[in-house]
């Protein structure tokens, strides 16, 4: 378990390159109205991100409901089609691949889902729900299924006998176990974990990151982890996206991003964070309005509408995201990588 | 879907037979189906030999006899001897009730799964389903009788035709919300091909609305029969069924209640009966609800 408590070593080979490459991924949902199907207009859902992930790294992708993570995590591994941008998995392209080109890649990158209840299909056994990537990709067959999965079962901390058992029967960390073996019988190199502990309660939920952070010392897993617990995040990322309505606004490690974050949505996100400790007092940033409509969107940058220090040009342009510090990157006209951050959080 | 690795995953043949029996102490009501439809199906396979005479025999000198010794269940009209008339027309009734369970839950499950799928044929499959949906499906059935001739067959290719858009319509539903699940789309993600999936992950899925639909449809098609056949547009009159006994007897109830009363008994039994094993299995075909109690 020691590995546990060593989140912060360095990811392996940092000058090699990246496992996964994401360059200007959108994903517009159109909507349709009317007899004739008429595109009446598109939900911009993913609107132009980009980063990188490195081997044995984990990027925490992080922002309120209906910012778009998920869509993104479901794009980045192809199960929602991309409107467009690139995806590469180790230098290769793979958002343009067909259903039988995608096969040998969907090996490489496996999903573990928020909910664990609909996340397992409940007519088949846990040992079946298991054990069928392995059929898929006939990496055993026979007796060596039942041995594979039984070996994935200890792995994630499930005992070999409750195989035979059915989903219904197991309760919510344990099923998110299974959905973690699952993901684990390929042996992938990437595991997209879409909000995999929000669904859980919060001892259970310490259980699951701690086993998904055992698994990336043991496997050399790379996670792409979605997340609004900024808590979980903190604990389990060695850097991390911050989303507003489709896009990235703040992407860094974790360290700069929690002592100086630059954005100011950032800093409202951080100052919502509690602290286990009813005597301190911190500033508070209250974001005032609704998040805006993902289909219409505000002009010029997307967070002008509840920004405390908004200017006239932010409601015009939009600003463009940039390096401010080595690795610190921003999308925000008041922090240029000239003019460090003016206001700094309390 | 027994492929040779899954079988190592699941209980042995004998695991399964205790299941089985598990699952049959545990729904008594489901065993009282089978008991009275299993003597359903006995009676109409054995009808000649159940002390019955030729159902269709006419004996006007004995017309309107009361049940007797002789005449267990009385005579109609016609001197015909009811009891053998209702046994004999279990067999029409087991008959079109059966199969058209059968037929209109597979086309329907095709149906569904190609409209849940394929969006061309959703928009075209789907307009043609909400066409026949809109004529009651009585009329449709008789109107159906009236372009072909009176026959067992053709009453229950009518009444499938009849039944067909509403289990596609049910299917559809089921798929469509299935193929957005996570389960489903983790099965993707790990690169499950689309045969399996539909094996595996959909088709399981829909068993129980289908089970509890087919046997509503069961029921229903026994009871459509009996009006097919009640106002003249179903089997031909000298083939009796329960529904063509109790449609001569309705006239003469006041002075012959018996003629409509027994075929009328054996009808709501099977539809029970029918009704009862298709709640069962659907319980026992659950993994959720067949391990607790």
């Known amino acids: 378990m020691a590995a546990v408590l060593s989140p912060e070593r360095a990811p392996a080979a940092a000058d090699s390159a990246p496992l996964l490459e994401v360059v200007d991924l959108k994903k517009h949902f159109a909507i349709r109205k009317g007899l004739l199907s008429r595109v009446a207009g598109y939900v911009y859902a993913v609107d132009g991100i980009s980063f990188t992930l490195r081997a044995g790294e984990t990027l925490g992708l992080v922002g309120e409901s209906g910012c778009g993570k998920s869509t993104a995590g479901k794009t980045i591994l192809k199960l929602i089609e991309p409107t467009s941008g690139v995806v590469r998995l180790r230098g290769r392209r793979i958002n343009n691949l067909g259903r039988r080109d995608m096969r040998p890649f969907r090996r490489e990158m496996q999903v573990v889902f928020q909910d664990p209840y609909s996340s397992l299909n409940p007519r088949m056994t846990a040992g079946d729900i298991v054990g069928e990537p392995l059929i898929n990709y006939n990496l055993a067959r026979g007796s060596e299924i039942a041995d594979r999965v039984a070996y994935l079962f200890g792995k994630v901390g499930l005992r070999p006998d409750q195989m035979i058992k059915y989903p219904h029967e197991f309760s919510g960390g344990q099923r998110q176990r299974l959905g973690i073996a699952r993901a684990l019988s390929l042996n992938p190199s990437l595991i997209v974990a879409d909000e995999p502990v929000s669904a859980l309660d919060v001892s259970v939920q310490a259980q699951v990151v701690n086993l998904l952070m055992d698994l990336q010392a043991e496997f050399g897993l790379s996670y792409l982890f979605v997340a609004h617990d900024l808590a979980v995040v903190e604990h ?17 490690d974790k360290q700069s991003l929690f002592a100086r974050p630059l954005h100011p949505y950032t800093e409202a996100l951080l100052s919502a964070v509690p602290i286990p400790d009813p005597q301190m007092q911190r500033k508070r940033i209250i974001l005032m309005g609704d998040v805006p409509s993902p289909i219409n969107r505000p002009a010029g940058c997307h967070f002008h509408t509840r920004c405390p220090y908004a200017e006239a040009h932010c409601r015009v342009e939009e600003p463009a995201m940039q390096e401010v510090h080595p690795g610190h990157f921003v999308a925000c006209h008041l922090r240029q990588p000239e003019t460090p951050a003016s206001k700094p959080v309390s | 879907m027994a492929t040779a690795a899954s079988d190592t995953l699941k209980p042995t043949g004998a695991a399964w037979r205790d299941m089985i029996a598990g699952a049959l102490r545990r729904h008594p009501t489901m065993i009282a189906g ?258 607790r109690m």
Request: aromatic share 8%; with cysteine; proline share 5%.
């Open chain 1, 236 to 252: 389990i990322s060695h850097r991390i996206a911050v989303m507003y309505l489709g896009r990235i606004v703040e992407l860094t």
């Open chain 2, 34 to 291: 089978f008991v009275i439809l299993g003597a359903m199906i006995a009676i109409a396979i054995l009808a000649p030999y159940l002390w019955t005479i030729d159902p269709q025999a006419v004996s006007p000198i004995r017309r309107l006899r009361q049940p007797s010794e002789l005449y267990w269940f009385g005579t109609d009209m016609l001197g015909r001897d009811i009891y053998s008339r209702t046994i004999y027309g279990a067999r029409i009734s087991l008959a079109v009730g059966l199969s058209v369970a059968l037929f209109s839950t597979l086309v329907g499950l095709v149906f569904g799964l190609v409209t849940g799928y394929v969006r061309l044929a959703d928009t075209i499959i789907m307009r043609v389903m909400d066409g026949l949906m809109s004529i009651p499906p009585i009329l449709l059935a008789i109107a159906l009788m009236a372009l072909t001739k009176a026959s067992v067959e053709n009453v229950i290719v009518a009444i499938t035709i009849a039944e067909v858009p509403r289990v596609t319509r049910l299917i559809r539903s089921v798929v469509l919300s299935l193929r957005e699940q996570p389960f489903v789309e983790a099965a993707i993600a790990s690169g499950t091909g689309f045969v399996r999936i539909l094996a595996r992950h959909i088709l399981p899925n829909t068993v129980a609305p289908l089970l509890v639909q087919g046997t509503y449809i069961c029921a229903s098609a026994m009871i459509t029969e009996a009006i097919l056949s009640f106002i003249g547009a179903g089997t031909p009159p000298n083939i009796p069924s329960w529904g063509n006994i109790m449609a001569e007897g309705r006239s003469l109830f006041q002075i012959a209640f018996y003629i409509i009363l027994f075929p009328g008994i054996f009808l709501s039994l099977t539809v029970l009966a029918v009704n009862l094993v298709g709640d069962g299995m659907r319980d026992a075909l659950d993994p959720r609800l067949a391990r």
